[in-house]
C-alpha cells in the first residue's frame, strides 16, 4: 500500500511517498495525490520509503509526472533506491518523463 505526506514550503512542493508504488496504488494517486499539488510549483517526489515499483506504478508514475507538466509544474524525483533506478533505466522511463527528472545521487 502507498502513502504519502505534502510538504509545502516557498520553493516547493515536497510529495513523501512510503510503500510500493503498485495496483494497489491506483485510486490514491489518481484520485487523490494529482488532485493535491498546486499548479505552477515546483513538486518534488521524494522516494526515499518506496521499495517497489511494477509496471502499474510505472504508469502511474508517468501519468503523474505528464499531468504535473501539464500544470506547467517542475518536477524532480529524489531518493529512488538502486534497484527501482535499474528498473527505470531498463524501460527507459527518462526517455518518456524527461532526463531531467529523476535526480540519481553523487
Not at 516547493?12 to 498546486?38: C, K, M
Request: proline residues 1%; contains cysteine.
Amino acid at each position: 500500500m502507498l502513502e504519502y505526506t505534502i510538504q509545502e514550503n516557498d520553493q516547493a512542493i515536497n510529495v513523501l511517498l512510503r510503500g510500493d508504488l503498485d495496483f494497489e496504488s491506483t485510486e490514491i494517486v489518481q484520485d487523490d495525490l494529482i488532485h493535491q499539488i498546486p499548479s505552477q510549483r515546483t513538486c518534488v517526489l521524494d522516494f526515499e520509503d518506496v521499495a517497489f515499483v511494477d509496471s502499474t506504478g510505472l504508469g502511474l508514475l508517468i501519468q503523474l509526472v505528464k499531468k504535473l507538466k501539464e500544470n506547467e509544474s517542475f518536477i524532480q524525483i529524489i531518493h529512488v533506491n538502486e534497484d527501482i533506478l535499474n528498473v527505470f533505466e531498463l524501460v527507459q522511463i527518462e526517455e518518456i518523463i524527461g532526463e531531467s527528472v529523476i535526480i540519481k545521487e553523487m
